[in-house]
Each structure stands twice: as C-alpha cells, then as structure tokens.
C-alpha cells in the first residue's frame, strides 16, 4: 500500500495530496517509453527537426491525446493497484469507474501556460459537484517528467481556506475574483514518477515556465463511483474500435476491465450468446473467469 493512511487523512482535510516517487523506476521507465511513442523527448522537438511538430509549435500542448496507449506502461499507471485502492477507501465503494485519461506535453518557449485558478468540474459532473463519500470525482496528475519551479509546477490550494465557498460564476475565471489563491498556493515541484490527487472543490492552475528549454510530461485521469451517471468525463465504447482499447481489454485483467465499466465476472450480462460473441471479438481475451461464474 504505497498511500498510507495518514495521506489519505491529509487529502480529506485539504483536498490534495502529493506523493512523490510514487511510480517504481521500471514503472516509470516503462510509462516514459510508452509517452514517447505520441510525444517527442526535448531534444528531439527543440534541436532535431523542431518543423516535425509543428502543432506542438503552435498550441504548446496537446492534451486531448484521450484514452488507452499501445503498450502496457501508461495503461498500467492508470489501473494502478495502490491508485485504485486509495479511490475505493475515499470515495467508499469498490464500484468505481476510471472516468478519464489523456496526455499533455509542455514544451518550453510555445506557449503561455500561466493559468487562473479554476475547478475542473465543468466537464465531469453536469450538476455542482459534491465532494463527499460515493458523489467525490477524484482526478489524477501523474508526472513523467522531474517538476522543477521553472517548469510550470502546478499550482494548488487547500480546501481548507475554500470548502464549502460556491465561485461567483459571473467572475468565472478571473483572477480579481480570489487573488488570495495566488498567495496560498502549494506549488507540485516533485520528481518524475510522483502524482498529485486532489478534487472537484480543489482550485489549482497551471504556472508559468521560467525557462526556454525542457519540457513536462504529464498524465491525467481519474475515478468515480459508477452509479452517478451524470458524472463523467469519458465514454470508453466509443473508444471500443481503437486497436490500442483492443489491445487493453484483451490483456487486461478482469478488474482492470471492470474499471472501464466492462460487466465482472457473475454478472447477470453473461449468458452463452454474449461469452461467445465477447470471445469473437476479442479472440485472445481469455473468457475463463467470466464462463466459470456464469
């Protein structure tokens, strides 16, 4: 259990946690390799043939790269045994979905990352948010790369200067609205391999770079209970004809399945029509669990 108790007790009171060194270095290597299949290192966007990349040139970042990768190393920071052990003990129920996941890439010198503090729930819940038990959305920024001051740390606040304080949406977005945030902030500086959890409530931003060379890799995702269904910032089966989702389902275990929303094993779904047809389409799936307890 790589999150102990007293982090967990640390993230009810304030909203976030950081745990640095979080990913073991063969976890970390294997998820950094697997980046680079979509995202080029620094050297290879700054120096090599920097006209190669020209959308990263022109947004900075691009982090609606959504969904499962080819490889094991990003899907398996997402399934993360310790990762979801600490969702079922926070949101209180081991019926949890993976609600996101894509990547982003800062490259230094392309853009302008310094944010206004903002909440997230703007497109993962259609109501409020409510930030207690089974109603908590509890997203996830994995760091690929070491986070140094010059490297756009993100910025967060405790929620103990703001629970409870429902924003002035007509101010939405300004910085005139709680420029006491900027003065309160805990900036992420960690090294590579270290995540931060926090929550719909938690303000938090994006800083500026200070520097015009390097880059930060950066993975986001996140859970919630599965029986809320208007929380929710993916829909995996629309991903279901992508070779990287195939690929996934078919090596995946039955839980890693089950926190895409895939139906358990025991599940009344299972007659013989849907094993075998399930079976067809995923020919090296092995369907054993799923015929034993059917």
């Avoid at 990263?56 to 899907?75: I, K, T, V, Y």
């Avoid at 195939?246 to 358990?264: C, H, I, M």
Wanted: glycine content about 10%; hydrophobic content about 35%; overall charge negative.
């Amino acid at each position: 259990m790589r999150i102990t108790d007293e982090q967990v007790e640390f993230y009810l009171e304030h909203g976030y946690l950081i745990v640095e060194d979080f990913l073991g270095a063969d976890e970390l290597q294997a998820a950094r390799e697997n980046f680079h299949h979509y995202y080029p290192t620094w050297e290879e966007f700054a120096k090599a043939a920097p006209e190669r990349y020209p959308h990263l040139q022109r947004f900075g970042h691009a982090s609606e790269l959504d969904g499962f990768f080819l490889g094991d190393g990003l899907n398996a920071v997402v399934t993360h045994p310790d990762i979801v052990d600490f969702m079922v003990r926070v949101i209180g129920t081991s019926d949890i979905v993976l609600e996101q996941s894509h990547l982003m890439a800062k490259y230094a010198g392309t853009g302008d990352f310094d944010q206004k503090y903002h909440l997230d729930f703007g497109d993962h819940t259609l109501t409020y948010p409510r930030d207690d038990g089974t109603y908590r959305i509890i997203p996830v920024i994995a760091y690929y790369t070491d986070v140094t001051e010059e490297l756009g740390p993100t910025g967060v606040v405790s929620q103990m200067l703001t629970k409870g304080e429902i924003p002035n949406f007509a101010t939405w977005g300004l910085r005139t609205e709680r420029v006491e945030l900027y003065d309160a902030q805990v900036k992420v500086i960690a090294p590579a391999g270290s995540i931060l959890l926090y929550g719909m409530q938690t303000w938090h931003r994006g800083t500026p770079f200070l520097t015009d060379t390097g880059c930060r890799f950066a993975h986001f995702f996140g859970y919630r209970a599965r029986e809320h269904a208007w929380q929710g910032n993916n829909g995996w089966p629309g991903q279901g004809p992508r070779k990287e989702m195939q690929d996934f389902l078919t090596r995946a275990s039955v839980r890693q399945r089950e926190l895409l929303g895939f139906p358990s094993s025991g599940h009344d779904f299972w007659n013989e029509e849907t094993l075998k047809g399930t079976g067809e389409r995923y020919p090296d799936m092995d369907m054993t669990p799923y015929r034993s307890a059917a």
